[in-house]
């Protein structure tokens, strides 16, 4: 009865959802020379530079990057590592987006430089984002996977849901494949 009730009221909010979803778009993707938010640089900048066969991608780069994307709470960086990862992973052929990701999640935390180890999905899918635009990744975060998890139970109506809040994991570690895959089929719904 409670998961209907929460349906009831996601149907009444999507068109709010949509409308503010877009609107954040729109101030993200303005031109690459153009800043966003203070001194942040706009998606446009990130796609243009990750994408690029001919820029390097560089530590300041990194810097920048990690920073805007909220990805330096708790964690530190060796930038130039991350660099190189990211020159590295830009310039590989990809068949399967989902084990791409999983690959660079798993390859992140050697450049991590403080306690602080584990999967960095979430940098992964962001560096994946830009750096493979002709690909479909999906951005890993926990409002990602709640609406991804509540569209699975949309689809399946199984009496008892898994949590929304809870990550995608397969022993113990993130599964970007399935969280990808929810993604894909919650896509071809709409």
């Not at 584990?118 to 635009?133: C, D, H, I, L, N």
């Not at 409002?143 to 809870?166: H, I, Y």
Request: aromatic share 12%; net charge positive.
């Amino acid at each position: 009865m409670a998961l209907d009730i929460l349906h009831k009221r996601y149907k009444d909010c999507r068109s709010q959802f949509l409308s503010e979803a877009l609107e954040h778009a729109k101030m993200l993707c303005v031109p690459p020379d153009t800043f966003v938010v203070g001194r942040k640089r706009s998606d446009q900048y990130w796609l243009r530079l990750f994408s690029s066969s001919s820029e390097k991608v560089t530590s300041e780069h990194v810097g920048n990057f990690l920073s805007s994307f909220q990805l330096t709470n708790r964690v530190g960086w060796d930038r130039r590592r991350v660099a190189d990862l990211i020159n590295k992973f830009r310039n590989r052929i990809v068949s399967d987006i989902g084990s791409a990701v999983t690959g660079l999640s798993l390859d992140l935390p050697s450049c991590i430089t403080t306690k602080i180890k584990g999967q960095r999905t979430s940098a992964a899918s962001k560096v994946a984002f830009f750096a493979k635009p002709r690909e479909e990744v999906f951005i890993w975060d926990i409002n990602a996977t709640r609406s991804a998890r509540f569209r699975d139970w949309l689809r399946t109506r199984v009496a008892k849901p898994r949590s929304f809040d809870r990550l995608y994991t397969r022993d113990g570690k993130h599964d970007y494949a399935s969280f990808w895959n929810a993604c894909t089929q919650a896509l071809a719904a709409r």
